[in-house]
């Protein structure tokens, strides 16, 4: 049974992105979806945690699995605004989890330019949710960078 | 200046893999120098944690940055005593580490395999220090959990 759309809980990622850029982090925010309740969502904080690890998404598993207590995430969705960097991408195979919604693409560190088969097998991948969003707000974040 | 030798720093790292092992976690273990001094030490997490991204080189690299208070690692070497997997050599990657030491090799999740170009290029890797160590612990305690 699905109550929200896919883009119901993408928007609610969108929101997570938008804390990180109020806070001058790079804006890609992520949540973890089980029996249609999030449990978890999070933001990039690695200027904040002076911790390359700290992308949304390693913040949303290691959230996700403190609220289920099991390390394992094989009947959860992850939402992100952007495509998972390699990093992300060996977390989300560890744990197994079941689907992966991302929004905007990245050409340049995103996992599936580099190894496309860097997630499980049994991962469900789809692309593009509110892709548009996303990305404006990595460019508006970036402009201003360069400012 | 080398004040110590690898075999040293690695046997740091056997001994956090060691800790691991009493603990009932794979048995892998990390260290971090920096100026020939060891900044962080951590071993694999994963079951006690109940979190996927416990490995024992992702703990070192967040105790590293913040020993440091920076999050760019580019004047550190870890010694770790498996071949890292897609994640930890992402998070190397983004650490931008200087030297990656490993000792036993990872046919299966190493990303050596799937990706060897997944660290920076301005890093520099050498292999199978203390590698029999490493393995037979790795094997002792794989046929333990196989009884």
């Given amino acids: 049974m699905e109550l929200f759309s896919h883009e119901y809980y993408m928007n609610e990622a969108l929101k997570q992105a938008k804390y990180a850029f109020?806070?001058?982090?790079?804006?890609?925010?992520?949540v973890i979806v089980s029996n249609n309740r999030i449990i978890a969502r999070a933001?990039?904080?690695?200027?904040?945690?002076?911790?390359?690890?700290?992308?949304?998404?390693?913040?949303?598993?290691?959230?996700?699995?403190?609220?289920l207590g099991?390390?394992?995430?094989?009947?959860?969705?992850?939402?992100?605004?952007?495509?998972?960097?390699?990093m992300c991408a060996g977390a989300l195979f560890w744990a197994q989890i079941s689907e992966l919604h991302f929004g905007a693409s990245d050409p340049k560190r995103g996992f599936m330019k580099?190894?496309?088969?860097?997630?499980?097998?049994?991962?469900?991948?789809?692309?593009?949710?509110?892709?548009?969003?996303s990305e404006s707000l990595l460019n508006e974040f970036f402009n201003k960078l360069r400012k």
């Fill in 22 to 30: 109020e806070e001058g982090e790079i804006p890609v925010g992520a």
């Fill in 43 to 67: 933001y990039n904080q690695t200027e904040k945690l002076h911790d390359v690890t700290a992308h949304a998404e390693m913040l949303a598993i290691t959230s996700a699995a403190n609220s």
């Fill in 70 to 86: 099991a390390k394992y995430l094989t009947d959860c969705k992850m939402y992100v605004t952007l495509e998972p960097c390699q």
């Fill in 114 to 133: 580099v190894n496309s088969k860097a997630l499980h097998p049994k991962t469900k991948i789809s692309t593009g949710i509110l892709a548009e969003q």
